[in-house]
């Protein structure tokens, strides 16, 4: 009688079809499960109506969408690889301390029996599953970022329901050690341990097998369990609401797992069923999957004279010579599926780890000059050699077959002396260039005077120039803007003999400067705020200043290039990242390097659907001469086709203590954007790095959401979203550029698909 | 003849029994201070009725359990406090068959791997030897060499047994233990099991302890006879004087019913 093996059948499709979605899951997601889209504008009958996310299954969301508006069906298929892993790795744990202990037990060891028994006494008494939440429910598992989450869920729900299955082991083992031809064995001399692996294993080898399918299972109900009770991996556990006292979480994860979606959408049932239905479903095809093969693999291998048999046998003894004289083809191929099957669970662990999102910028070897400042030769042959880099990337000019795009910056100087000192009652000081004072505008300069506070003045109608003469003006920069600023500057030089112009800077605002707008007569200077206070402070107060500058060429370089994408329907939309390659010190060389291998990573992910477009912009240094501004008003790529603007400009160190950040300009409405801003907030959270937000000022009738004019060019100019990245120092620079950068390229990766 | 393989003084086995952790103990003596000779080349056979220790006498022997009391010697050693590390090199030397069931041999290994074990673990031969070896002994029980790749339920009962016995004689062993050996067998097979371990035994000058209640096998077999009654020998003599005078009233109650 052959009758065919139903379950066997039904297990192994379901089996196959989990495996193809694990292993290439953008076949099948329609979606990036990392995309997040609160609200969507429908189009009825000429009518635009506005929806708020979870949508309902519809054309666009195949199953519908959850609260956030991730496409369920998306988020479904790419968390099959982490759901299902776990399942299996947690089920391969239980087997490697059960079997062991089970074998020992067996043998007779009392210790080994007693811990099966107490284990299996303990966590029948108390359920498992509420040991699991009690331990995984800890702020400091909660806390874990995903590689140690996923461990320790490996090895919390291992240890919690490892003992039943050793029970079970070990009564199999005593009823086959009592089967006469074990006596036989020993009679022989043979070793217990040659026997466990020789004749103990062969026996239990098919219930073995079919108790591991059932356990993955098992481990798969049990996820979805602790999924209900929002115990899963990744829960970031967001502070919703914090009011009177009460903090109320939300359970959330960026991390497809099915367990993850029965949690956050549990309270949507009602409202949103398709939410909580479909992750289920999943669950349950798949639970149904592995229970169908493990019966069905019973029902194989309990018949007898099963060849199998001998070559497993072979295998656990490494014996492998013996493959290759007395087995039979058959016994051959079921060799090979044995392997396929150990290899098949070996690739299992590799899962975990399946994506390398690791920089390695200290690799990169090239002789950089040790500064770099626009206008100078040095900044020439800088852009030269990121133009050859980009060519060997495969990265394409965007206009005029050139990746370098000059502008003119005007004349200008590169200060090569500087000096500026207070004279007071004390003595004289020599202030600190770099931190105390920085030169806007200077010329070969070399005067000294008082100084005259022009902050309570009215300085759009100034009714007289004289009170200014032969003084160094002193300007509050906090309430004008940049505009504003620059017209008082050239009133004020052009209609009274002034000394110089020193601006008090704003808060954030960076004191650092070495090429200056050229000014043969008149200095303007930046100062901090401790500065200006001793100014106020002391009107009678003489201060010299002394430069000397070398002109520089009038032309600055971006270097810009496009990394075409390849999909046929969002191939031509881009995303655009923005870097700086001028620097003053070996840190900024060592950017440089970073800035380079970054694009170089980027190129490299395989799934670049979009375009990429890679800004170096000169001149970062002196915000007048910044690059950005000349992109800016001369975009060569349409700006409607650019998703979004990444700027990295402000990345400027190599070790540093704090990440500044800014989302401000990628507002909901611009939806790529704004999960590309959502995705890096949550993974610095995650990772613990100190956020600075940048902050937003209301100036001259618009808002400056960040220090400069140049964070701001691309969104107020051209409309593109804008996400700011940068690094600021600290007293405790703990971080370094290699994981910010493996973040970068990861958040990237990951929102377009 | 005359140098001693087997010597066996007050050896004594009793087994603890105890239900539960508040019952009393409970003592059951299986085998009471037994002492006898073998001498190398003799066999001996242990007859007496079903329970009176003479399986319990096969797995001391073969130190399968640990005896309670008394002295087992091997060729003059004494193997009784050997740990199971030390025994297992005097393993080669004395070797057992056991009675035919249907899982006296692994089911799930095929006739060769069950012949190689033995020469793997005793190192019997050199390793690029062994297909010969097992070829040979497959030959010496009288198997022909295609049944090599079968497994132990493809085969009859008697073939089984032959493969037991080839595996005990493939570790060279001296002295072998017959723990009923053909009791499960058709009488037709029985006799030839019989015959091969006669031949086996003039062959390769074996030693044998045969283990039966069966008279005719122990009549046909052995040189002297032990009785047992209740874990005790209550005689032992030679076969023709035992089987025409015994002198203990069991030995005689027992071999008058085996003569009517």
Known sequence: ?753 | MSDIALKVVDLSKHFVIRNNVFSKKKIIHAVRKISFEVKSGESLGLIGESGSGKTTVANLLLKLIEPSEGRIELFGKDITQLSEESMRIYRGDIQIIFQYTHAVLDPKMTISELLREPLEIHQVVAKYQIDNEVDRLLELVGLSKSEKNKFPSQLSGGQNQRILIARAIATRARVIVCDEPVSALDVSVQGQILNLLLKLKEELNLTYVFITHDLNVVKHMCNRIAVMYQGEIVEIENTEKMLSDPQNPYAQKLIKSFLT
């Not at chain 1, 062991?100 to 029996?113: C, N, V």
């Not at chain 1, 002391?538 to 810009?560: E, R």
């Not at chain 1, 980027?602 to 170096?616: G, S, V």
């Not at chain 1, 999960?675 to 808002?703: A, C, H, M, V, W």
């Open chain 1, 1 to 753: 009688m052959n009758r065919r093996n139903v379950p066997l059948i039904f297990g192994i499709v379901i089996l196959l079809l989990v495996l193809l979605v694990m292993l290439f899951p953008e076949m099948f997601a329609s979606h990036s499960p990392y995309t997040i889209q609160h609200i969507r504008f429908l189009h009825d009958e000429g009518r635009l109506s506005v929806e708020r996310a979870p949508f309902s299954p519809d054309d666009g969301f195949l199953l519908g969408s959850d609260h956030l508006g991730r496409d369920i069906y998306s988020y479904i298929i790419y968390g099959t690889r982490l759901t299902i892993s776990l399942g299996v790795l947690i089920a391969l744990g239980q087997f490697l301390i059960a079997v062991p202990m089970a074998l020992y037990a067996g043998f007779g060891s009392r210790i080994a029996k007693s811990v099966i028994q107490q284990f299996n006494v303990i966590f029948s008494a108390i359920p498992a599953l509420l040991i699991a939440i009690i331990i995984l429910k800890l702020d400091y598992f909660v806390g874990l970022e995903k590689q140690k989450s996923i461990m320790s869920f490996i090895l919390v729900l291992t240890a919690v329901s490892w003992a039943r299955l050793g029970n079970l082991v070990m009564e199999r083992v005593e009823t086959i050690l009592t089967q006469p031809f074990i006596k036989g064995e020993v009679a022989i001399g043979k070793k217990h341990f040659r026997i466990a692996i020789e004749n103990v294993i062969p026996h239990l080898a098919p219930e073995l097998i079919v108790l591991f399918f059932m356990e993955i299972a098992r481990n798969l109900s049990t996820l979805m369990q602790l999924g209900i009770f929002s115990v899963f991996i990744g829960n970031l556990g967001l502070i919703n609401d914090a009011t009177s006292g009460v903090q109320i979480n939300t359970d959330i994860s960026f991390e497809p797992e099915w367990a993850s979606m029965l949690s956050t959408s549990r309270t949507l049932i009602t409202i949103a069923p398709w939410t909580v239905i479909y992750p289920a479903l999943a669950f349950f095809i798949s639970v149904l999957g592995f229970n169908l093969f493990g019966e069905g693999l019973r029902t194989l291998m309990q018949k007898k004279e099963s060849r199998s048999v001998l070559a497993f046998r072979k295998i656990i003894t490494l014996d492998f010579k013996y493959f290759c004289v007395n087995v039979d083809k058959r016994s051959k191929f079921k060799i090979t599926l044995w392997i396929a099957l150990f290899a098949l669970i070996i690739g299992f662990f590799s899962f975990i780890n399946y994506k390398d999102y690791s920089i390695g910028y200290a690799s990169v070897r090239v002789d950089l000059p040790e500064t770099t400042v626009i206008g100078t030769e040095e900044a020439l042959f800088s852009a030269g050699f990121i133009a050859d880099y980009m060519t060997r990337l495969g990265i394409v000019p965007l206009r005029n077959d050139s990746l370098l795009m000059p502008f003119d910056i005007g004349q200008s100087f590169l200060i090569e002396e500087q000096m500026m000192t207070l004279s007071m009652e004390s003595g004289i000081h020599n202030l600190n260039q770099g931190t105390d004072y920085a030169f806007l505008t200077s010329g070969n300069i070399s005067e000294s005077g008082v100084v005259y506070d022009a902050t309570k003045d009215d300085l759009f109608n100034i009714s007289s120039f004289d009170r200014f003469a032969d003084k160094f003006i002193l300007i509050e920069q906090l309430y004008y803007s940049d505009s504003a600023i620059r017209h008082f500057i050239e009133t004020i030089t052009v209609n009274a003999g002034v000394k110089g112009i020193i601006l008090v800077a704003r808060a954030n605002q960076v004191i650092q400067n070495h090429i200056v707008d050229a000014d043969e007569d008149n200095a303007v200077i930046v100062v901090s705020q401790e500065v200006s206070q001793v100014l106020k402070e002391n009107p009678d107060l003489v201060i010299a200043v002394h430069t000397t500058v070398k002109p520089l060429t009038s032309n600055g370089y971006n270097v810009v290039g496009i990394h075409r994408g390849t999909d046929p329907h969002i191939g031509d939309e881009a995303i655009v990242v923005g870097m700086n390659y001028n620097y003053l010190n070996q840190e900024g060389g060592e950017v440089l390097k970073f800035n380079l291998k970054l694009m170089e990573r980027l190129c490299q992910m395989a799934d670049q659907k979009r375009a990429i477009i890679f800004l170096f912009l000169d001149g970062t240094i002196n915000e007048n001469q910044h690059g950005i501004h000349y992109i800016a008003q001369d975009f060569p790529y349409s700006p409607q086709k650019i998703q979004v603007y990444i700027d990295l400009t402000s990345i400027t160190h190599e070790r540093f203590g704090e990440i500044e950040f800014s989302t401000a300009q990628a507002p909901p409405t611009r939806q790529f954007a704004w999960s590309l801003g959502r995705l890096f907030d949550s993974k610095l959270n995650q990772k613990g790095y100190p956020i600075q937000l940048l902050e937003t000022n209301y100036i001259d009738g618009s808002y400056y959401f960040t220090k400069s004019e140049s964070d701001n060019a691309l969104f107020w100019n051209r409309g593109i979203p804008t996400v700011i990245l940068g690094t600021v120092k600290t007293d405790n620079n703990i971080w370094d550029l290699e994981t910010l950068g493996s973040i970068v390229l990861e958040v990237i990766n990951k929102n377009n698909y």
